[in-house]
């Protein structure tokens, strides 16, 4: 029986999904890339014609924005539910080496749902089941699978440290920890703990040629490309390991009032210093409205026009990482990094 684990979706086949593909060309493609799935002991998947009521149900299962459910949205033509590693990474290599493009999905909150849309022929890597939780209260430190929700990394290391730690980040409990920790994950103890992204202590990537790389094999580039900048140019995030805080909470209703006025009084203060002139953003919060270009192909002066109002100075510095750990731009979204061939090692 077909399970949702290691389930792989081959979903109907949106006119623009593929830029209107002939019959032969979308046979040929998929094709070759359920034959590399098979070597690759990838087995386990059903097509739209064998099952459809349960291919449109995983295939909207993880998507928060039903404005991408519409018929006229481009879709997925594959979708791969790995539940190892070794899964991710063989996902990953069919998919490049038979021209799929690779969305990366955990939570499926993306705002402008880069995640589970898309213009080529693209394969959405959901990490959905990769969601383990290992927490060392000693250490002070845990590791969260790619797929894990906020919700259950919170619950998971509080239940293993008897409600003594947390981490610092957001309060969506359904939101992905992969797309989260990429973008900064800003939460309510971000004052006094910083970013999520500041308490990453390391990772595990799947990088272009699906190599698993930790921090040190990484390198210090990609090491702080991943923690900021956003998901889906660098690789595929499958674990975070970031360090836990101790943390108090208030069960009496009189506190409330006494954090509740100290909070409106921080937002006044902090009021006049938000920006306006010129305009900027935080990228887990994305805005297609500043700019982006089809298929995630734009040069650097283009994607500059929205990068700048996201990154500001360290726009330059994340092309340079990118045209040296992703030259060929295999992943990318429309509002991805770029890579300057002029760069290019």
């Given amino acids: 029986m077909v399970t949702l684990a290691t389930f792989v979706i081959v979903a109907l086949l949106n006119p623009y999904s593929l830029l209107k593909a002939s019959p032969s060309m979308a046979s040929t493609l998929e ?12 087995t386990n998947y059903t097509t739209i014609n064998s099952r459809p ?7 909207n299962f993880s998507l928060q924005n039903l404005r991408f459910t519409e018929p006229s949205v481009p879709m997925p033509y594959v979708i791969v539910l790995p539940s190892s590693n070794i899964q991710v990474q063989h996902a990953v290599v069919c998919s490049r080496q038979h021209g799929w ?16 849309t898309g213009d080529s022929p693209f394969v959405i890597i959901d990490q959905m089941n990769l969601n383990k939780v290992e927490v060392d209260v000693a250490e002070g430190t845990a590791w ?29 409990p359904t939101v992905g920890s992969g797309g989260h920790i990429s973008g900064g994950g800003f939460g309510h103890m971000s004052r006094k703990f910083r970013l999520v992204a500041d308490n990453i202590l390391d990772a595990l990537v799947v990088n272009v040629v699906g190599l698993l790389l930790n921090r040190t094999t990484m390198g210090d580039g990609m090491f702080w490309a991943i923690r900021g900048s956003g998901g889906g140019s660098w690789g595929m995030v499958v674990a975070w390991k970031l360090s836990i805080q101790y943390i108090i909470n208030w069960r009496t209703q009189d506190d409330d009032y006494k954090y509740l ?41 283009t994607a500059r026009e929205w990068g700048i109002m996201y990154f500001k100075d360290n726009f330059d510095r994340l092309v340079r990482v990118k045209s040296h750990i992703d030259p060929h731009n295999v992943f990318r979204y429309p509002q991805s990094i770029p890579v300057n061939t002029k760069q290019v090692l």
């Fill in 31 to 42: 094709s070759g890339l359920l034959d590399c799935f098979g070597k690759n002991r990838l």
């Fill in 53 to 59: 009521q349960i291919c449109y149900k995983l295939l």
């Fill in 101 to 116: 493009l690779i969305h990366a999905r955990c939570g499926g909150h993306s705002y402008e749902g880069f995640s589970s």
């Fill in 144 to 172: 969260i699978g790619g797929g894990t929700t906020l919700a259950e990394a919170y619950y998971h290391i509080a239940n293993a440290s008897k409600d003594r730690y947390g981490f610092s980040a957001g309060t969506c």
């Fill in 261 to 301: 006025n100290w909070i409106k009084s921080f937002y006044e203060y902090m009021e006049p210093y938000v920006s306006k002139s010129p305009r900027e953003a935080y990228v887990n919060y994305l805005d297609i409205d500043l700019g982006a270009a089809r298929n995630g192909t734009a040069s650097v002066e």
